[in-house]
């Protein structure tokens, strides 16, 4: 986009160094109240990229939500050059009902690239779709793990795409996972439309954890800071070490029925036999020890008390790359 052409966004139009929020309205509540997405634009004078930060595809799924805020309100999203777009709400009817889903019960991030008129999740993602992102080059989605299942500070990407190597090795999240583009998601329909997304998992759903969403907001400085793109006034903090690769990974499931005991083992690298938590029954007749498979980093743990037979209980890497960063 030349620097003196207007960005057109919903219908309105942001010129160089003007500043927006866009209002949309796709559909109404059931009550007829208008139900609006927030949609902060800020434009420089100066020519450069468009960088898009979202998060609530998945409506409770907060702490993505927290981490786009602060990049709002610490006046990260304030561009030397370029133009950043700020979604801190996506899915804004999940987020009402502290829901995952859209009102008619379809996950917002499996109907990409959408319909004109299909469902309402379908209509939203259509609208996504062809109205924001022919207009961005990088992305970052922030994403929190579902249900009780907390998954450690990470950054996910396709394996063999040169581009977003480099920069998820510029975001410098604690882990980085090597993940397939899921059909219908919003990762996929990005790539397909050229858009460089790095797509961020942390934290657990209805949940805020601030030494994630601190992970989250360091990395966006970074990113902006590489795009020539962050205030200077800015601090760039440096990670405390360089991003771990991960090739693969299993989730190790309950053996039995019961009660969870956690040993909070979260982003730590364990060793093959080591105790993760303990099973136990509400009467006091057994506990069960579940130990690591083999060696490796835990990147998720299930926070939930209670867990039946065959529940995912712990996500452990078990290949890293290790020439991922010479």
């Not at 090597?178 to 050229?194: D, L, P, Q, V």
């Not at 060793?271 to 057994?286: R, S, V, W, Y």
């Not at 743990?301 to 960063?325: L, R, T, W």
């Amino acid at each position: 986009m030349k620097n003196n052409a207007p960005m057109v966004l919903f219908g309105e139009s942001i010129l160089p160094g003007e500043n927006k929020t866009i209002n949309v309205e796709i559909a109404r509540l059931h009550t007829t109240t208008k139900l609006n997405i927030p949609i902060i634009v800020r434009r420089s004078k100066i020519d450069g990229p468009v960088v898009l930060f979202s998060a609530g595809i998945h409506g409770d799924e907060i702490n993505g939500v927290e981490i786009v805020r602060q990049i709002i309100s610490k006046k990260i999203n304030r561009p030397t050059r370029g133009t950043i777009i700020c979604i801190p709400i996506i899915n804004i009817y999940g987020f009402v009902n502290k829901s995952r889903e859209f009102p008619d019960g379809r996950d917002l991030n499996r109907v990409f690239p959408g319909s004109k008129k299909g469902s309402l999740a379908s209509r939203f993602a259509f609208h996504i779709t062809n109205q924001v992102l022919p207009l961005i080059d990088y992305a970052v989605d922030f994403h929190a793990g579902g249900a009780s299942r907390f998954n450690a500070p990470q950054i996910r990407i396709t394996e063999n795409n040169p581009e977003l190597k480099i920069l998820a090795d510029v975001f410098d999240a604690p882990f980085t996972l090597y993940s397939k583009n899921i059909n219908g998601s919003f990762r996929n329909t990005s790539e397909k439309a050229n858009v460089k997304m790095l797509l961020f998992e942390g934290g657990k759903s209805l949940d805020i954890n601030d030494p994630v969403a601190n992970e989250g907001v360091k990395g966006v400085k970074r990113l902006l800071h590489y795009l020539n793109m962050l205030d200077p006034k800015h601090i760039v903090e440096k990670a405390d070490f360089p991003s771990i690769y991960i090739k693969n990974s299993v989730w190790l499931r309950a053996k039995q029925s019961g009660l969870l005991h956690d040993y909070n083992m979260i982003t730590k690298f364990v060793t093959k036999g080591t105790i993760l938590a303990i099973i136990t029954d509400p009467f006091g007749k057994f506990e069960q020890k579940v130990k690591a498979p083999h060696d490796g980093f835990v990147i998720n743990a299930n926070h939930s008390p209670i867990v039946y037979e065959g529940d995912a209980i712990y996500h452990i890497s078990k290949n890293i790359d290790d020439n991922a960063n010479d």
